[in-house]
């Protein structure tokens, strides 16, 4: 996986927890009813769990708990060490949705915004690889922005640019933001039934069960 938004993280980290909170007018709506977000995502698995993405441990804290044993894998330094200090006795290692090293079984692999940084083959490859890891009932569940279609991305760029919110438009033409179908169709492809429900204007919850 290419790292090329790992400064920008580095940059963020200590800004991101006021970020989720709706204090930047043009990202408010991409992180409306944030906290209800991560909460759908924990509440949908158990036992040992991957997170990637961690960021700041927001997501985490709800895993750790609700009683899941989680292993934390981020790219970005600056992110890791937030996350440590808030949970110093959780295991966090430098690595990305495609590189990370295993530790026991899985039961289920989360992330909350951020596999848009994986381009469409990227998201592929590590579909495969999570069906290879996970056993009949493991589950793979992604809070992320999704459109669904791509005439729906593309209104989404022209509105926030109509808006003058240039570093949301920016971000959606620049980053790897994929479609439902698409997404279906590579979890179909990889043994997995998968589900989609909307959380918010740009934010789908995918809950993908192995086969």
């Not at 669904?148 to 926030?160: L, N, R, V, W, Y």
């Not at 933001?177 to 279906?184: A, F, G, Q, V």
Request: some cysteine; glycine content about 6%.
């Amino acid at each position: 996986m290419s790292r090329e938004f790992v400064d920008l993280f580095d940059h963020w980290a200590e800004s991101y927890d006021q970020a989720v909170t709706g204090e930047d007018l043009e990202y408010q709506e991409v992180f409306l009813n944030y906290e209800h977000i991560l909460n759908e995502v924990a509440d949908l698995v158990n036992g040992n769990v991957v997170e990637f993405g961690t960021g700041t441990g927001n997501l985490t804290q709800r895993l750790v708990e609700k009683g899941c044993s989680v292993v934390g894998v981020e790219p970005s330094a600056a992110m890791r060490k937030i996350a440590s200090n808030k949970m110093p006795h959780l295991t966090l290692l430098d690595g990305d949705f495609l590189n990370f090293q295993l530790i026991g079984p899985i039961d289920a692999f989360v992330s909350s915004y951020a596999f848009h940084h994986l381009e469409d083959r990227e998201k592929t490859n590590a579909i495969t690889k999570y069906s290879a890891l996970l056993s009949t009932g493991g589950k793979v569940v992604f809070a992320d922005t999704v459109f669904e279609s791509g005439d729906e991305k593309q209104t989404f760029i022209q509105e926030a640019k109509n808006k003058h919110y240039l570093s949301l438009a920016q971000d959606l033409e620049t980053e790897y933001y994929t479609s439902i179908p698409i997404l279906e169709s590579m979890f179909q492809s990889n043994r997995f039934s998968v589900k989609f429900k909307q959380l918010n204007r740009f934010v789908w919850l995918i809950e993908a069960e192995k086969l």
